[in-house]
């Protein structure tokens, strides 16, 4: 049975959990920010990239792609899945919910499959699903590290393509949504071939002059490509981590708003026993003044 003593200690628990919990929310919104702040200049960056490499299919009158062929068959095709996932704690379904896309993604997919994951907890996971992990990353913890990671992934990634070891990657990572919340998403990342060309051309060039290439044609249309290919996997990273602190922030209102509800009902208990106790003083108070004008009288 609780006590008045119970209830103080209960209600100070839980008035210091919820300082502990204001404070982490606080810090996933902060952290959304600078990460959609990233995201946002990347957008511009990213446009550049591919209004560069429109330009240099225009200029040098390019229609199509020649893509390699394979002497490979379709099971025999290595299909590479990047996925980005989260080794820290409070995002509540934001790694399985991942993992469970990736499967049912790569599953529909032929070819054998390999992953390489970012986060420990997703590529744990993806174990359980019966993927083979050949490569594991760290999760970047700010801002800065994102660059270093994808500078690793994009280096590898070209040169298992270079090797014909991988057919193809495709990149899965979390994705915020307008408002609140985020959505897992699919993307093919390598190779560079007619589907992308066409995709990337429904961007429409931004004036009626056709663009000329100033310099070496061979290093622009190289370091455009490198170019794109880098915004491609640092979009991925920041909007997984953008969203990782979405999952965090809504996890920490709904803390936040089970902590108060709690704190108002152990106030109520508190002041019902309270009453409780002041009106049995009171009967005593009253049943002992009674008692004593019993005894005057006689």
């Known amino acids: ?87 820290q704690g409070l995002v509540a379904q934001f790694n399985d919910s991942m993992a469970n896309f990736v499967s049912s993604s790569l599953k529909a997919l032929p070819g054998k499959k390999e992953i390489w994951a970012v986060g420990e907890r997703v590529q744990l996971l993806l174990s359980d699903e019966g993927f083979n992990t050949s490569k594991l990353y760290p999760v970047p913890n700010d801002i800065n590290a994102v660059t270093p990671l994808v500078t690793a992934l994009l280096g590898k990634s070209q040169e298992h393509q270079q090797k014909e070891a991988v057919t193809s990657f495709y990149i899965f990572h979390n994705q915020p949504k307008p408002g609140s919340g985020y959505t897992p998403i699919m993307q093919r990342f390598l190779p560079l071939d007619e589907k992308w060309k066409n995709s990337l051309q429904e961007i429409q060039w931004p004036t009626k002059l056709s663009p000329q290439i100033a310099g070496g044609v061979k290093p622009t249309l190289v370091a455009l490509i490198n170019g794109y290919l880098f915004a491609s996997l640092y979009k991925a990273s920041v909007e997984s981590l953008a969203s990782e602190n979405a999952s965090r922030l809504g996890a920490m209102q709904r803390a936040e708003k089970n902590i108060t509800d709690l704190l108002e009902d152990l106030g109520k208990k508190y002041h019902r026993l309270r009453q409780s106790s002041i009106d049995e003083e009171l009967f005593d108070v009253v049943s002992g003044f009674e008692a004593l004008n019993k005894h005057a009288k006689k």
Do not use: P
């Not at 100070?12 to 990460?35: F, P, R, T, W």
């Not at 429109?54 to 990047?82: S, W």
């Open 1 to 87: 049975m609780d006590t008045l003593e119970n209830l103080r200690s209960k209600t100070e628990g839980a008035k210091d959990l919820k300082s502990v919990v204001s404070a982490m929310k606080a810090m996933a919104a902060s952290n959304i920010v600078q990460y959609e702040t990233a995201v946002s200049s990347l957008a511009d960056y990213f446009h550049t990239i591919a209004l560069g490499i429109i330009a240099y299919f225009k200029a040098e009158k390019i229609a199509a792609i020649n893509e390699q062929t394979t002497t490979k068959n379709k099971a025999e095709e290595v299909i590479c899945a990047i996925v980005f996932g989260t080794d």
